[in-house]
C-alpha cells in the first residue's frame, strides 16, 4: 500500500493555478481523566504540521478551544477533538502517524471517531501522495481507523463537483443512520464550497493602497456579518489570499478565499452551533451575499454524542432549520442533492446549487436531514440570529416566501 511510496518525497510539479478546495480531518478521543489536547506544546503541534507542509501563521484562543490560521487554511484544537484543514498541495493525511503519536504521549491514545472530508481538486493531477485518490486516500485513513468498529467511505454529488466522505466509528451500533436522541450535544457541521466567485467580491481580497490587512479584508467584504458575535482572527496573504477563524464560545467558524479570476474560490465552515439559535437558511445567504458565486454546493453533517453503550434512536428532527432542506436562494437552482447515513449514529446531506441563467435543465428537489420532516420553512429566521438577520431582510438574496421544496424522497429515486 502506501508504505513503499512513501519513502520517498515526489518532486513538487508545476501548478497550473492554486488548489482552493481543502482536504478536512477531524480526529475525536476518548476523554481520559485530566488529558487535553490543549495541553500539547507549540513545538508538538509543528511536529505533525510540518509533516502536513503546513505552518501556523496566527493563533487566538478561548475558554473551549485553540485556533490556528495556517499557511494553508486552519487547525482546530478542543480538548478532545482535533480538526485540520488544509488547501492547496498539503500532505494532510501524511501527518496522521504523527498526529495519533502526539496524542498518544499525554494520555490520549484512543480514537473514537474520525471523519474526512473534501471536495473534487480543481488541480487534481498535482496532488501528492496520500492525495492522489480518493482511494489511496481511503486506504491511508483505514491503516489508521479501520479497526474501529464500523466505517464507510461514500461519493456524493455529480459529475461537475463531487463531495467525498470517510467516517470511521468505535460506536457499538451495527445499523448507519442511527442516532442518540437529539440533544444539545449533537454537533451540526456546515461546510459550503463556492466558485466562480463575483469580480467586484474577489477585488476585496487583493492587496492594494486600500487593502493591506486581514482586518481590511474582513471589513470590505462583509465577513464581520455573517456571525457578528464571533472573535475573528483573520490573515492577509501576499499579493492575495485571506484566511479567518472565528470563534464564538465553544463553536468556531472559518473562511478561506482564493481570488485569483480562473480558479477563485471561497470555502465556509462552522462547527458546533446551536441549532436553535442560529437560522441554517438565513446563515447561507448570509455567505452568498459576501461572494456570489456562481456555483456553490452545501454539506450538512449530523453527529451525535460518542459513547461506546449509548441508547441509540433514529435520527429525529428537532424543530430545526438544520434538520429540514434548505430552500435555494433567489436566482440559485438546486442541481443535486443527496443523503448518506455513516457509522456512530451519523447523517449527511449534500447539496449542489448555480445561478438559474446558467441552469439548462430542470431544477432537483433539495433532501432533508431529519427522516421526519415533511415541509422546510421557506424564509426561516430565528429572533436570536437577530443581529445577522437585521442585514438579510433586506439584502437581494432574501428567500422569498413562496419558495418551498419537497423533503426527503429515497435515494435511488433521486439518482434514477
Known amino acids: 500500500m502506501g508504505g513503499m511510496k512513501d519513502t520517498f518525497e515526489e518532486p513538487a510539479m ?72 488544509t488547501c492547496g498541495t498539503t ?5 496522521l502517524p504523527k498526529l495519533l503519536a502526539v496524542a498518544a504521549s499525554i494520555g490520549l491514545a484512543r480514537v473514537v471517531r474520525c471523519k474526512y472530508t473534501r471536495g473534487s481538486f480543481l488541480f487534481p493531477e498535482v496532488q501528492p501522495f496520500p492525495h492522489h485518490s480518493f482511494d489511496e486516500e481511503v486506504r ?21 463537483q463531487k463531495w467525498h466522505v470517510y467516517v470511521a466509528s468505535e460506536s457499538k451500533s451495527d445499523r448507519a443512520g442511527e442516532a442518540v436522541s437529539k440533544s444539545s450535544n449533537t454537533i451540526y457541521t456546515l461546510e459550503v464550497c463556492m466558485t466562480e466567485l463575483d469580480k467586484s467580491v474577489a477585488r476585496s481580497f487583493f492587496k492594494s493602497a486600500s487593502i493591506v ?7 470590505a467584504s462583509g465577513i464581520n456579518s455573517i456571525l457578528p458575535r464571533s472573535q475573528i482572527c483573520d490573515f492577509a496573504f501576499d499579493p492575495c489570499g485571506y484566511s479567518m477563524n472565528g470563534l464564538e464560545n465553544g463553536a ?32 447561507i445567504d448570509r455567505v452568498l451575499r459576501c461572494f456570489k458565486p456562481g456555483f456553490f454546493s452545501v454539506c450538512v453533517h449530523a453527529a451525535p454524542p460518542v459513547s461506546t453503550d449509548s441508547v441509540t434512536l433514529p435520527l429525529k428532527s428537532t424543530g430545526s432549520t438544520w434538520d429540514k432542506a434548505i430552500s435555494a436562494p433567489v436566482a440559485y437552482a438546486c442541481s443535486g442533492s443527496h443523503k448518506e447515513e455513516l457509522p456512530g449514529g451519523s447523517a449527511v446531506v449534500y447539496h449542489t446549487f448555480q445561478l438559474a441563467k446558467r441552469f439548462e435543465c430542470g431544477p432537483t428537489q433539495v433532501i432533508a436531514l431529519a427522516d421526519d420532516e415533511e415541509e422546510v420553512a421557506a424564509d426561516s429566521l430565528n429572533t436570536q440570529d437577530e443581529a445577522g438577520a437585521n442585514a438579510y431582510k433586506t439584502d437581494k438574496l432574501r428567500r422569498p416566501t413562496e419558495t418551498k421544496v419537497a423533503m426527503l424522497q429515497p435515494v435511488k429515486a433521486r439518482r434514477g
Request: include cysteine; hydrophobic fraction near 35%; charge should be negative.
Open 14 to 85: 508545476p501548478t497550473p493555478g492554486f488548489e482552493g478546495f481543502e482536504k478536512r480531518l477531524e480526529v475525536e478521543f476518548f476523554p481520559a481523566a485530566a488529558r487535553s489536547l490543549r495541553s500539547l506544546s507549540r513545538d508538538q503541534i509543528d511536529s505533525f504540521l510540518n509533516v502536513a507542509e503546513c505552518t501556523i501563521v496566527s493563533q487566538l484562543s478561548n475558554g473551549h478551544f485553540d485556533s490556528y490560521v495556517l499557511s494553508e487554511s486552519s487547525l482546530f484544537i478542543y480538548p478532545h477533538r482535533i480538526v485540520i484543514k
Open 91 to 95: 500532505r494532510l493525511l501524511k501527518a
Open 140 to 160: 491511508t485513513l483505514d491503516e489508521h481507523f479501520g479497526s474501529l468498529h464500523s466505517s464507510k467511505h461514500v461519493v456524493m454529488g455529480d459529475d461537475r
Open 252 to 283: 468556531h467558524s472559518t473562511i478561506h478565499i482564493t481570488p485569483e479570476d480562473g480558479f477563485s474560490y471561497a470555502s465556509f465552515e462552522c462547527m458546533g452551533y446551536d441549532p436553535a439559535k442560529t437560522g441554517l437558511n438565513a446563515l
Open 213 to 219: 490587512t486581514g482586518e481590511d479584508m474582513t471589513r
